[in-house]
């Protein structure tokens, strides 16, 4: 029996690494007779991994009748296809379902089962003769058992609709599960009214509060942050439902479970408890500058980042390739360079493995490199050949990223403040090309010397604590303006002591250099600022911004204004040594000058950073060698000085290969190197040091 498990941020079967680059490949849409060519195709792209859904609305052709052989229509051949995959020496992801949703009827679900919720008595009922049924055929096919199958995907992006269940739910004024979770989250209605400010006799009489209008409304906020916990209760329950049903059923690879990219409904750590990893599912759109899910770029950035603080394989479960009929009116044509931005700018976030979603093309689906007919559209299948070259060059999971960097990222932030799509530092670090990561407080997975507070103005009271601990340790944690004053119940608390500002300015004329010691950094024009009184206080100092001379104003004695308020000073925040670390607070909004120089303050390294607008870097390390990883979100092409800086970066005389043209070089470095990039692309190079 093979041993198949999680290591080194990949699947190993037996000790073999198998790295998580694949395609999907949907059997039941495709001629059987088209199948081998097709793999074929896959094979010749350099992959040895496919992915496919398995439709029960499809291979179910009579109630509780299931054909998985092609006796009743050749498509179903589920047998046939997964022993040519294993003739052909393809791993296989399988997915299963039930709900597969794929452009087909139902979401992938019979007639009978649809009108249900996924953790209704009647859906479950209706489902377990399929999971049993498909169980039974791909057990023997496991790599667990000399197979293929080397991961498990229940059901897919898990999402019970609640919107269109609300009176099951408990959201239109009768009891459902959203009083469970209410009593599993404070077991007496005394705590609950606590919680909220309100006077319910009995759990069963809350109501439900999805928004708050009023954000003056403390106890509101608080019912809106149980609705998301609800929902994230109710999805989490869900999957593991799902998941530990076809464990009991005999699977014993790895599952994992995939996810929308806005981690509103799913939070994204609460599944990482049910699942063995997790992947989350993107369609940027075209070159980011469409309708997509997500249409920046830095949301982008900010989401893969996240996946690996709570997943072991920081993994894209479906990565755009093509598009499903509908969103194609507003992705756009999806260009080849376009493929080229979204898969270096995923390497260099830090993921180490996706699946393109559709590899191969189907109904109700556009621009695929490979043609239901096993035939190739060259202008993509050749950019996507090369990517997975370059892919394999680098090896990912093998990697480590170089950052000393991270932002604090909480699920519930994310869901209700929408804090990785919209916050202004995390913005700052993007624009100033810094790479970093994300901490989630509870897994504390990655912790870098440099933190950044990126949320929501309320943090529960045992992160607060845990910043302070981060802090005491040596730690150098940075607010602009934005930090926690209250706890999850929206009750104040300032656990980390942060210092209200004595007055908030005008921005109005407001043109101030930020002095940290003898590093200055302009803000930005007419900001917000917060002053303070210099009282002299035991460990800290306090942070000088001084005016300068904007330009000037073609308004009678302006010019003389804005002269004579030259060179006033405003204290704007504070230097506090805590422990063996210290806090940095700028009552300033942050940008990249003043990020940057917070980082040459704090002595934390930025390892690559581009000095052209639009071009994102990133600096990886596997044992000796570097790979420094671009993107060019820019819409021309960009020639750009990259600045290495940190300990453990290229220096001297080394040989830099292209790896997307091939071109070697030797060349000297002295904290820095030149690169070209297309417009809208990406490229890595390989840095090996000349002995």
Not at 122 to 149: C, D, F, H
Request: with cysteine.
């Amino acid at each position: 029996m093979a041993n198949v498990r999680i290591s080194g941020r990949q699947i190993e079967v037996d000790g073999k690494p198998i790295p998580l680059i694949s395609g999907e490949v949907h059997y039941w849409r495709l001629a059987p007779a088209r199948w081998r060519e097709i793999l074929n195709r896959v094979k010749e792209m350099g992959l040895s991994t496919i992915a496919t859904y398995v439709c029960w609305e499809y291979h179910e052709y009579e109630r509780g009748k299931f054909d998985f052989t092609g006796e009743t229509e050749p498509q179903r051949n589920l047998v046939g296809f997964l022993d040519l995959c294993e003739e052909m020496n393809l791993w296989v992801i399988i997915r299963p379902g039930p709900y597969i949703y794929s452009e087909w009827k139902n979401a992938g679900v019979p007639d009978y089962a649809a009108p249900y919720h996924r953790l209704s008595k009647e859906y479950q009922s209706a489902a377990l003769p399929w999971m049993k049924a498909v169980t039974e055929v791909l057990k023997p096919r496991l790599a667990t058992n000399g197979g293929r199958i080397i991961c498990f995907q229940p059901d897919n992006e898990m999402d019970l609709f609640t919107h269109w269940f609300e009176d099951e739910m408990g959201f239109r004024g009768r009891p459902g599960l959203f009083h469970e979770f209410l009593k599993e989250r404070y077991g007496s209605v005394d705590k609950l009214n606590e919680a909220w400010g309100t006077s319910y006799s009995s759990i069963e009489q809350a109501q439900v509060r999805a928004r708050e209008p009023f954000m003056l409304n403390p106890s509101g906020r608080s019912a809106m942050l149980d609705y998301w916990r609800f929902e994230h209760w109710l999805v989490a329950k869900c999957v593991k439902w799902h998941a530990d049903t076809y464990q009991q059923l005999g699977i014993d690879v790895p599952i994992y479970h995939n996810y929308y990219y806005g981690g509103d409904i799913q939070n994204h750590r609460e599944l990482s408890k049910v699942v063995d990893f997790l992947g989350i599912d993107v369609y940027p759109g075209n070159e980011f500058e469409n309708e997509g899910y997500p249409g920046r770029h830095n949301i982008f950035m900010n989401m893969l980042r996240y996946q690996r603080t709570v997943s072991p394989i920081p993994y894209i479960a479906e990565f755009e390739c093509g598009v499903w009929h509908g969103l194609h009116e507003v992705s756009g044509i999806i260009t080849p360079n376009s493929y080229r931005l979204m898969c270096f700018s995923a390497i260099a976030a830090g993921i180490t493995g996706w699946n393109w979603y559709m590899l191969v093309g189907r109904d109700n689906w556009y621009f695929c490199p490979i043609q239901e007919w096993g035939r190739i559209r060259p202008e993509l299948y050749d950019v996507m050949r090369r990517i997975v070259a370059a892919y394999y060059e680098i090896n990912p999971p093998a990697c480590e990223k170089l950052t000393d960097t991270a932002i604090v990222a909480d699920p519930l932030h994310i869901a209700a403040a929408k804090s990785l799509r919209s916050d202004p530092t995390a913005d700052a670090l993007y624009e100033a090309d810094i790479e970093f990561e994300t901490l989630d407080l509870e897994t504390e997975k990655i912790k870098k010397p440099l933190l950044f507070y990126v949320g929501d103005q309320w943090l529960s009271r045992e992160d607060q604590r845990k910043l302070a601990d981060y802090v005491e340790s040596g730690g150098t944690l940075v607010f602009f303006k934005n930090y926690p004053r209250f706890d999850e119940t929206q009750k104040p608390l300032n656990l980390l002591g942060i210092r209200e500002p004595d007055r908030v300015l005008t921005p109005l004329g407001k043109r101030l250099e930020l002095r940290l010691g003898s590093i200055s950094a302009e803000a930005v024009p007419e900001t917000v600022p917060f002053d303070y009184d210099p009282v002299e206080i035991s460990g800290i100092t306090w942070l000088t911004a001084v005016q300068t001379l904007g330009a000037m104003q073609a308004v009678e004695n302006s010019d003389v204004l804005a002269i004579n308020y030259q060179g006033r000073k405003f204290n704007v925040g504070y230097i506090e040594q805590r422990g063996k670390g210290k806090i940095i607070f700028i009552g300033l909004d942050p940008n990249p000058a003043l990020v940057a120089a917070v980082h040459k303050y704090a002595g934390a390294s930025t390892y690559a950073r581009a000095d052209s607008s639009g071009v994102h870097t990133s600096l990886l390390k596997r044992g000796s060698i570097w790979f420094l990883i671009a993107a060019n979100n820019a819409a021309d092409e960009r020639r750009t000085i990259v600045a290495f800086d940190g300990k453990d970066v290229p220096s001297g005389e080394c040989k830099v290969t292209d790896l997307w043209t091939g071109e070697e070089s030797r060349m000297t470095i002295d904290s820095s190197m030149t690169i070209k990039l297309d417009r809208k692309s990406g490229n890595a190079w390989k840095i090996e040091p000349c002995r």
